[in-house]
């Protein structure tokens, strides 16, 4: 019912997290073109999975979205692709997909996207990235504003963590949270080594693998 309403063409925020919202209702959230003033969509918390996900994904015509959040659903790689590609929210700052299903392929389609770059957070922790998905996001060079990036308890590992270490791109970057992971000694290298994240106030790298070599 509310997804399908046309009438509120003034319509800033959408907030339905904490709900019983699956699919159905996300797919009509989604197909929804009237909303263009919409800035924040809020849908943490539900039921949402890929077909939902793909929905609010391909929709072309909320190009003021600032704040997407649908962490703590039941979305995997086809939804995260889908969001991945959509090349319309320019203006997105936030994007909160953390506690899902979400994992290389998702990782590397939001890692390849190349215009959000007004993005200061991204949270994807509590998934089930690996290496190919964190060498993906540690190669995009156009979140030049990225200011918290929050990957803990997934599965990365050394190739992730040097991709990441690599990146001179993001040289507003407050918080990298890896907690939880399986980053050794060369990949904790590789961060230690990154000498333009000036103005980094947490690192968080607890329960990996790291030796003397990475401290």
């Known amino acids: 019912s509310i997804g399908n309403n046309i009438a509120w063409k003034n319509l800033v925020s959408l907030t339905l997290q904490l709900n019983r919202i699956g699919d159905e209702g996300t797919v009509s959230t989604g197909s ?3 909303w263009s003033k919409l800035r924040i969509l809020s849908l ?3 039921r949402i999975g890929d077909e939902g996900a793909v929905s609010i994904g391909s929709n072309t015509t909320w190009t003021n979205l600032e704040k997407l959040h649908l962490h703590k659903n039941e979305i995997g790689d086809k939804g995260a692709v889908a969001i991945g590609t959509d090349i319309t929210w320019s203006k ?24 959000w770059k007004n993005l200061e ?22 979140w030049s504003k990225l200011e918290e990036l929050i990957l803990y ?51 968080s790298l607890y329960s990996n693998r790291i030796g003397d070599e990475g401290a």
Do not use: F, P, Q
């Open 153 to 203: 308890s997934n599965r990365i590992g050394d190739e992730g963590a040097v991709s990441i270490g690599s990146n001179t791109t993001w040289k507003n970057l407050e918080e990298l949270n890896l907690h939880e992971n399986e980053i050794g000694d060369k990949g904790a290298v590789a961060i230690g080594a990154n000498t333009t994240w000036s103005k980094l106030i947490i690192l």
């Open 32 to 34: 929804n073109t009237t």
């Open 44 to 46: 943490y918390s539900n």
């Open 121 to 142: 957070e991204l949270y994807l922790w509590g998934n089930e990235i690996g290496d190919k998905g964190a060498v993906a996001i540690g190669a995009n060079t156009t």
């Open 92 to 115: 997105l700052r936030m994007l909160h997909l953390n506690s899902n299903r979400i994992g290389d392929e998702g990782a590397v389609s939001i890692g390849s996207n190349t215009t």
